[in-house]
Every structure is written in C-alpha cells, then in structure tokens.
C-alpha cells in the first residue's frame, strides 16, 4: 500500500512562508505527475500545483506566482514552497499523483495563515 507523508506545515502570518514536503513509500513520485491538493472546512478538495516527471508545473490560478512546486526522484520527495501566505490559503495539504489520485491520502499537513 502507497504511503504518503506529507509535512511542514505550521501557523504562520499574512505573508509569511512555508514549505511543505511529501515523501512516498514507493517510487510512485518518480513515474507519475505529482500534485499538491487542499482542502478548507466545508470545501473540496482542490488542486492547487502539479509537477510532471520532467518537472513541468502548473498551478491554480489562486496560487500562481505564490507558490513554487518541485521534486526530487532520488530521494521520492515532492515539495510546496509557499510564500506570500493570504488566510485564504488556510487548509490542510495532501500530496498524491495529479490530475487522478491514488484513491488513497495521507494524513496532509495543516496549513493556518493568520490576518
């Protein structure tokens, strides 16, 4: 069964920054697009930046120019570096392949971002 662990997170203030790391039990990271999602009390989860293997990004439109998506294969390691932290960006973060998930989720890493 896939593992994945994400951490990192923290309460920190409007603009501040952070940055979350996901490692996964098997080399699922090196033969797939990866993914951050997160998910705010009483919303869906959502997509928020994804890395294909070759390290093409993407990112929602919400995040764009915030937030910087990157792995590393060797070490089966993805990661979220995140700046300008608003508190809308509270939620909690869960890694998984992207746009399809594992169908299985971590326990994700709680992001608070105070006004």
């Known amino acids: 069964q896939v593992q994945l662990v994400e951490s990192g997170g923290g309460f920190v203030q409007a603009g501040g920054s952070l940055r979350l790391s996901c490692v996964a039990s098997?080399?699922?990271?090196?033969?797939?697009?990866m993914g951050w999602y997160r998910q705010a009390p009483g919303k869906q989860r959502e997509l928020v930046a994804s890395?294909?293997?070759?390290?093409?990004?993407n990112y929602a439109d919400s995040v764009k120019g915030r937030f910087t998506i990157s792995r590393d294969n060797t070490k089966n390691a993805v990661y979220l570096q995140m700046n300008s932290l608003k508190p809308e960006d509270t939620a909690v973060y869960y890694c998984?392949?992207?746009?399809?998930?594992?169908?299985?989720w971590g326990r994700g890493t709680q992001v608070t971002v105070s006004s």
């Open positions: 998984n392949t992207a746009p399809s998930n594992l169908g299985s």
């Open positions: 098997r080399i699922i990271i090196r033969l797939n697009i």
């Open positions: 890395i294909t293997s070759g390290g093409i990004t």
